[in-house]
């Protein structure tokens, strides 16, 4: 476990005290006098003890914007201690310092960011990856996601229904410094409103909203293109400097959170419009005809693995089906489309036939249908023992059947007839069978 820690204080002697007790602890202790000079020296991950007198507030909030995950310990007089909590800082040690109280902070911070490596640790064994492209335009998304992965300004993801702008969103938490942090995800922040969102002033303080519940961590807010006006101002506000006033309090509350949103389009009279420094706008599968094959691809051995179904391959005439189609469900409904035909398929051949329609049906035999309808069936007729069972199936699935397309044809026997391919006196002796 790393031991390091860093401090920040213009006092010689007080640092001098401070490096004693802290290498009789073992740790690895640093120093600086200077803001610009510590900053540079700084890696963001180590206990961070500030102790500048009358201007660690200022200083607090300037190492958080340069490292938002920065586990500072704040020492100052008793009338300051709130104030620096609000703005981030992990602890507050009233002076003057006692080398108990302190050991005990450090060690506690230690102890918290060894916690929080774990964490990042095991996300990153269930992080989201990008499916590798060779589109020009995909190419560029996969720059801007790591590009604001890196920082901390808000996020815009546009993107039609289905093209991927959840995935988007989740891989720049996870590749950032925010990863150890909650990811709180609202799918709808107009339903949530202000106070939702927000918070608001109640009889015990303040009841905090979703923004409060992502500090640390990154806060999505999807289909922000549905936020009313009076919201989409408060939000805007927001996204300037972090700040907000919960709901019938007076005081504002900064809160160490990144915004990611999403949305199919942003009309450029919205409030938002112009608050994102950082957009990504991710084209439609339909416009990326290289992507298609590749990318079910990579869904059928998704599913494979996820169904335990064995390795399956698509045939030619399925591929030729795949890039045919128009895809207005984009990357979501080959995704889908690929699931159920791994479902379908009993071999390890995908067929244009197991794939699915245009109107959202399945390509597969009759064979295969009722095998699928009749499994059931057949285990409990035969655990009770029943005769007749050829005569009981056929009958019930003709008269089904028979049913089914006089319906479909309005009640037309003649066109029923042609369809079933049966004579029309047949049909007609059948009706009178079935009743």
């Known amino acids: 476990m790393s031991s ?11 640092t001098a005290l401070i490096k004693d007790t802290l290498k009789a602890q073992g740790c690895e ?26 201007q660690n507030l200022e200083t607090l909030k300037e190492i958080k914007s340069y490292h938002p995950e920065a586990v500072v310990l704040v020492s100052d007089g008793a009338d300051s201690g709130n104030k620096v909590l609000k ?21 506690n911070a230690l102890d918290f960011i060894a916690y929080r490596n774990e964490i990042h640790r095991l996300k990153i064994t269930e992080a989201p990856q990008l499916v590798t492209s060779k589109n020009r335009k995909m190419l560029r998304v996969a720059q801007q996601t790591e590009r604001a992965s890196t920082r901390n300004n808000p996020v815009l993801i546009l993107g039609e229904k289905g093209t991927g702008k959840d995935l988007i969103a989740r891989t720049i938490h996870t590749n950032s410094a925010r990863m150890a942090g909650p990811l709180v995800v609202v799918e709808d922040p107009q339903a949530e409103g202000e106070a939702g969102l927000f918070g608001r002033a109640a009889q ?17 807010l999807k289909n922000i293109d549905g936020i009313a006006p009076d919201l989409a101002k408060k939000l805007a506000a927001f996204l300037k400097d972090r700040k907000f006033t919960p709901e019938g309090s007076k005081e504002a509350i900064r809160a160490n959170v990144r915004v990611i949103c999403s949305a199919a389009a942003l009309d450029k009279k919205s409030p938002l419009y112009g608050c994102f420094r950082s957009m990504i706008s991710i ?7 290289e992507d298609i094959v590749p990318l079910a691809e990579h869904f059928m051995k998704d599913a494979s693995r996820t169904l335990k179904t064995g390795v399956k391959r698509f045939s030619k005439d399925a591929k030729a089906f795949l890039l045919e189609h128009d895809w ?108």
Do not use: W
Request: glycine share 12%.
């Open 87 to 107: 703005e981030g800082a992990y602890d507050f040690l009233e002076k003057p310092l006692s080398p108990v109280k302190l050991g005990t902070a450090v060690r």
């Open 283 to 289: 084209p439609p599968l339909r416009g990326r005809p």
């Open 204 to 220: 015990k303080g303040i009841s905090h909203g979703k923004v409060i519940s992502a500090t640390g961590g990154d806060l999505v």
């Open 29 to 54: 202790v640093r120093a600086s006098s200077g803001v610009s000079s510590a900053l540079r020296s700084m890696k963001g991950s180590e206990v961070i003890l500030l102790s500048f007198d009358g």
């Open 4 to 14: 390091e820690v860093f401090i920040l204080s213009k006092d010689q002697e007080e």
């Open 328 to 435: 207005p469900g984009n990357a979501g409904e080959l995704k889908n489309m690929v699931k159920k035909a791994c479902l379908i398929s009993k071999d390890a051949l995908v067929e244009k036939r197991h794939l699915a329609s245009g109107d959202g049906g399945a390509y597969c035999s009759v064979r295969e249908f009722l095998d699928d309808k009749l499994r059931g069936y057949l285990k409990g007729m035969a655990k009770v023992g029943n005769s007749g069972l050829y005569d009981t199936v056929t009958s019930e699935v003709e008269k089904s059947l028979i049913e089914l397309v006089l319906r479909e044809t309005g009640g037309n026997q003649l066109k029923a007839s042609r369809l079933l391919g049966l004579n029309r006196n047949t049909l007609r002796a059948k009706i009178k069978l079935y009743r």
